[in-house]
């Protein structure tokens, strides 16, 4: 069974920084396109960035490109979002998904996610 765990938010004061962490269980990472993805209240989910399989690629939303990095380990199993210089804009629910058609397709088996809330 193909499962995502989504885990490192926390409240934290703009200007900081936090690590998220998507665990994968029932897939080998570096096997698949995985991406994050943020929602916020009221808005809709909004992709963040993307890690191609095997390649290692990475592609980003201009809105997080320079601020945000995706990375993976595969001794873990585990795909990381390292975020800094974090907005009141950024608080969200984050989570991580397969992209199983590349970074440019859609995405399933969804994580719970995890709350990031970025207080002034």
């Known amino acids: 069974q193909v499962q995502l765990v989504e885990s490192g938010g926390g409240l934290v004061q703009s200007g900081g920084s936090l690590r998220l962490s998507c665990t994968a269980a029932?897939?080998?990472?570096?096997?698949?396109?995985i991406g994050w993805y943020r929602q916020a209240p009221g808005q809709e989910r909004q992709g963040l960035a993307c890690?191609?399989?095997?390649?290692?690629?990475?592609y980003y939303v201009d809105s997080v490109k320079g601020r945000f990095d995706i990375s993976r380990d595969n001794a873990r199993n585990t795909v990381y979002l390292q975020m800094n210089n974090l907005k009141p804009g950024d608080k969200a629910i984050y989570y991580c998904?397969?992209?199983?058609?590349?970074?440019?397709?859609?995405?399933?088996?969804w994580g719970r996610g995890t709350q990031v809330t970025v207080y002034a």
């Open positions: 998904a397969i992209k199983s058609r590349g970074c440019a397709g859609g995405a399933a088996n």
């Open positions: 029932g897939v080998t990472v570096d096997d698949e396109h």
């Open positions: 890690i191609s399989r095997i390649e290692g690629r990475t």
